[in-house]
């Protein structure tokens, strides 16, 4: 058993905590924040996206280009190009950097975000228009073509290309979203379904649908499943919580923070939320700030659940087996984030990725065992 681990990079400091300054690229600050992923044996990282950001894919060029092993996951909302150039864009892209690309679908769950680039479609317009693209999406990377489609978003015919990806079949597709439309379009799509930290109970009854609604569509395969988190570390439980503390209080000095690195403010405590991931991470919240093993949601409530929001308190140790409890009800990878990015991701390496892989392996040695001694028990 094996779990991928993910981290996020973006090509400015900032988080929550930590009010972006200077550029909005910072080539130099970029170009470590990937190298210290690459170097703490993260398997990939995510690039976000939001209206107002830098564009994904020539970041994740510019870090191909600088590192040797890393993946990278390009958030990606479909829409906005055609399908057929997408296609295109990330067959290059991943050619370039030598099969090293993934693509995170995220249909989008804000009307007010979706409308800044011009889109006005309601999401459930949105959900239909985002599985006929990928669709297409797919038959570019994988037929030879020349193929034709008219549907109701995209028509054209005769499209053909020799820029394939180096990836075969293709490109993996990443797939965020909590709503029943989430889970029917990705369920139907994706490779990898990402969901937010919620506890073990509610994270496994999403799982449940997410691979019902692949039943449903006709896959004989299981998707995999991605599970968020802003684990906050310290050498003690005592100083872990310490440090957790402190974090919280930064958040409210920000009213909320300074957002992530993929667009503007994140919401402040009281605003209303759209997507129905920001409404679960809530409604977790509103049961009791501590479930489970590490989970911590004040965080969320003081951003508003703007983003993976949900802390994992403790030692490595701690954080460790709390990571693995997911990959035992059926997480296959883990994204990990820190509310200080680059700091965080340093220490991430050091300590909590090694203590993650030992944890999952001995786990998985340890079902191994009791599978064998339950067989050797049974009488043939």
């Known amino acids: 058993m ?50 107002g950001s830098p564009d994904g894919t020539q970041i994740a060029a510019h870090v191909a280009a600088h590192t040797d092993r890393l993946g ?10 055609s399908p057929t150039l997408a296609a295109r864009t990330f067959s290059t892209l991943d050619t370039l950097a030598g099969g090293r690309i993934a693509v995170h679908i995220i249909t989008g769950g804000s009307d007010s975000e979706q409308r800044r680039d011009g889109d006005y479609l309601d999401k459930e317009q949105r959900y239909a228009r985002t599985d006929e693209y990928l669709d297409v999406l797919k038959r570019a990377w994988t037929e030879d073509g020349p193929i034709s489609h008219d549907g109701p978003n995209y028509r054209f015919e005769d499209f ?20 029943e439309a989430a889970y029917r379009v990705g369920g139907k799509h994706a490779d990898v379904f990402a969901l937010w930290g919620e506890p073990l109970a ?3 009854e999403q799982i449940a649908s997410v691979r019902a609604a692949a039943r449903a569509a006709g896959r004989t395969d299981t998707p995999g499943i991605s599970v968020s988190f802003r684990p906050i570390l310290g050498a003690t439980e005592e100083l872990a919580w310490e440090r957790a503390h402190s974090v919280l209080d930064r958040i409210h000095a920000a009213r909320g923070g300074f957002g992530s690195f993929t667009g503007p403010k994140t919401l402040g405590k009281g605003t209303e939320v ?6 679960r991470l809530l409604a977790a919240a509103a049961k009791g700030e501590l479930h489970d093993r590490a989970l911590w949601t004040p965080t969320s409530q003081a951003t508003n659940a703007a983003g993976n929001s949900t802390a994992l308190v403790g030692t490595a140790e701690t954080v460790a087996k709390a990571l693995a409890d ?4 059926g997480v296959t990878t883990l994204l990990i984030r820190g509310y ?28 191994a065992t009791t599978e064998q001694d339950q067989s050797e028990r049974t009488p043939a």
């Open 202 to 204: 509610e994270t496994a």
């Open 326 to 329: 997911y990959v035992d009800i």
């Open 2 to 51: 094996s779990v991928e681990i993910v981290g996020m990079i973006g090509p400015q400091h900032v988080s929550e905590i930590h009010r972006a300054e200077g550029p909005a690229i910072d080539p130099e600050f970029l170009r470590r924040f990937a190298r210290a992923h690459e170097d703490g044996g993260f398997d990939r990282v995510l690039i976000g996206h939001g209206s």
């Open 340 to 367: 200080d990015p680059l700091d965080d991701a340093i220490d991430y390496g050091r300590e909590l990725l090694p203590a993650v892989r030992e944890e999952v392996a001995r786990r998985a040695r340890a079902g």
């Open 160 to 179: 053909q290309t020799a820029v394939k990806p180096v990836q075969r079949p293709r490109i993996p597709l990443y797939f965020g979203g909590s709503s």
């Open 72 to 81: 990278f996951l390009v958030a990606h909302r479909p829409g906005f190009v």
């Open 274 to 279: 759209a997507n129905v991931g920001s409404q």
